[in-house]
């Protein structure tokens, strides 16, 4: 078994290639790994395989040097080559590819000529004008860095929940497992699916509370053991994220399991109505309050959460719902939506392929979608505006769309691929195409890729003029926003799902772990007026399809059901769908 996959390989190809150019090393040199870099990327055979049976350099674009240093890399972990072309540079000096902006050769600038080697050095240098005056720089090159170098104060610690989820779950899984345990949960906003988390705080009911901290804190994916105690223990895993444990008694596990999830609003919501009964509600027991003035009402038993719930007059409330938006009253009244859920999802759109900047070509990303069970996939490769994307020109997107029909003449009545695109929302609110190339596909998902700072009425208008196409189906990324790394930009969201309603426009829910983008937060007030949502991964290979894990979590938190998300649809009604907003005109 390898110890390393290809995707580690890729990344350490990148690294490689970023120090030598910062080295100045000769551009074919460079140029070596950059190609490995795009050949394993499209590469869709059995990669392990290869590493194994020492044949990688099959592969066209890898060299038998190149070879060598894969193949030490996947099945030893390490590469002395690597380690030391990084020990000739300062390691601080790394810490500046963290900010937007600033690639290779202007960190080399920085480095040779200004002796910038750390962040606090490079913003020190930004505000004495001494990046300003250097070539190649100039004002807004050094107003943009200080932004990069502020946006990342800001966003020390947090973690984008599709980043630390599968290291979260493993973990989680394998405590599970232990016999030990009787009950485990993660809990925290982790458990509550918020976008993005600053720890992860795991729950376990045990009579045997040492074993299980030990198990914890020994864990492979630990890096740094913070605290270590019989029934609390915190450490550092190597993302970087904080993790904590707190192991309880299994009577203590309804309770503590509902404390530590959370939110602090939500709880004390919880525990106001806990009093009103004469009862007090902390995180290890529902129990009498010794202050009541009146003699309290008998507490039925608690097994579980949704027991807790019931004696305090609720229907259970989904984790993700409790943000004390609305939640404990629906509770009460019986009002609770039945929240959308993973297996409801009969296909998705917005997914690219290698026609445009994705990594795995159609077929591939057909099969893939048919091995999750999917009975459709759309397939909206990025337009030509794109031309950082590589997107298609008329021409290139109507080959396409014949492809797709010969695909599906194959795949017969159980799975369809649908031929659309990513449009561009070009500055003035057109398109990127005219309204016959657009009348051949069979729908478009509109998206704004460029100047993004215009004021907020320009962009608003900007958006639903596109919208007002007929060819329009769904707004891409609404919003544009990009987690712990780009704020929105400047929008009016509910003049936007108006126009929405009023022209049946589909409003998407980016699932990438770097979007969850339009914001959960806005998803009852269109829900409201009547605007559907489509959970789309923004999948550029085969394995992003899971994203939509995430997309589930952003929709379950904005309240949305299966009836609200048009992709839960089968075939047969989801065409009807597509085809609405067409019909409109």
């Not at 450490?235 to 939110?263: C, H, W």
């Not at 009023?502 to 339009?518: K, V, Y």
Request: with cysteine; net charge negative.
């Amino acid at each position: 078994m390898l110890e390393k996959s290809k995707e580690d390989v890729i990344e350490l190809l990148e690294s490689i290639a970023r120090l030598l150019e910062l080295k100045g090393e000769n551009v074919f040199k460079i140029r070596a790994y950059t190609n490995a870099v795009r050949t394993l990327e499209t590469f869709s055979g059995d990669f392990n395989a290869l590493v194994e049976e020492k044949r990688l350099g099959e592969v066209g674009g890898i060299g038998s040097a190149l070879e060598e240093k894969v193949t030490t890399f996947a099945t030893t972990g390490h590469l002395p080559y690597f380690e030391a072309l990084k020990a000739e540079f300062p390691s601080t000096l790394f810490d500046l590819f963290e900010l937007q902006g600033l690639g290779p050769k202007k960190i080399k600038a920085l480095w040779e000529e200004l002796e910038i080697t750390t962040v606090e050095g490079l913003e020190a240098a930004c505000k004495d004008g001494r990046v300003a005056s250097l070539k190649g720089f100039g004002a807004k090159t050094a107003a943009n860095i200080l932004t990069s170098i502020e946006a990342r104060k800001q966003y020390a610690g947090s973690f984008r929940l599709g980043d630390i989820a599968a290291d979260a779950e493993i973990m989680l899984d394998q405590i599970k497992e232990l016999p030990e345990v009787l009950q485990a949960s993660l809990a925290g906003s982790y458990r509550r699916r918020k976008e993005v988390v600053h720890d992860l705080d795991f729950l376990v009911s045990t009579r045997q509370p040492a074993a299980v901290s030990a198990f914890f804190v020994q864990h492979a994916l630990v890096e740094t053991v913070l605290a270590h105690g019989a029934t609390k223990s915190s450490v550092r895993l190597k993302t970087g994220i904080q993790a904590d444990l707190r192991v309880v008694a299994p009577e203590e596990y309804p309770s503590a399991l509902n404390y530590f999830t959370g939110s602090k609003e939500h709880n004390i919501a919880l525990r106001s109505r806990a009093l009103a009964r004469g009862w007090t509600l902390n995180e290890y027991r529902l129990g009498p309050d010794e202050k009541a003035k009146s003699t309290p009402d008998p507490i039925p038993p608690i097994q579980t959460e949704a027991d807790l719930y019931r004696a305090l007059g609720l229907d259970y409330i989904e984790p993700e719902l409790r943000e004390d938006r609305g939640e404990i009253a629906a509770a009460a009244e019986h009002r609770l939506p039945h929240l959308v859920q993973l297996e409801n999802l009969r296909g998705t759109f917005h997914n690219h392929t290698t026609a445009s900047d994705g990594r795995s070509t159609l077929e591939e990303m057909a099969e893939a979608a048919q091995e999750l069970g999917l009975e459709y996939l759309g397939i909206s490769d990025h337009s030509v505006s794109s031309f950082q994307a590589h997107g298609l020109d008329a021409s290139r997107l109507l080959e396409q769309v014949a492809r797709i029909r010969e695909l599906n003449a194959g795949f017969g009545p159980d799975f369809r691929l649908f031929a659309g695109v990513e449009c561009d929302i070009l500055k003035d609110g057109s398109l990127d195409y005219p309204d016959e190339v657009l009348a051949q596909l069979d729908y478009v998902v509109a998206s704004v890729h460029a100047s993004f700072t215009q004021p907020q009425a320009e962009m608003t208008a900007r958006l639903i003029k596109a919208m007002t196409n007929p060819h329009v189906t769904m707004l891409g990324h609404m919003t544009g926003r990009l987690l712990l790394s780009r704020d929105a930009y400047a929008l009016d969201i509910p003049a936007v799902i108006e126009a929405a309603a009023a022209t049946g426009t589909i409003i998407e829910l980016n699932a990438s772990p770097r979007r969850l983008d339009m914001d959960w937060r806005w998803w009852p007030l269109a829900k409201e007026k009547g605007v559907l949502c489509s959970i789309n991964p923004d999948a550029h290979h085969v394995s992003h399809l899971q994203f939509l894990w995430n997309g589930i979590g952003a929709a379950r938190k904005g309240w949305l059901t299966a009836a609200d998300v048009v992709n839960t649809l089968p075939l047969g009604k989801i065409e009807r769908v597509l085809s609405d907003k067409r019909g409109r005109a």
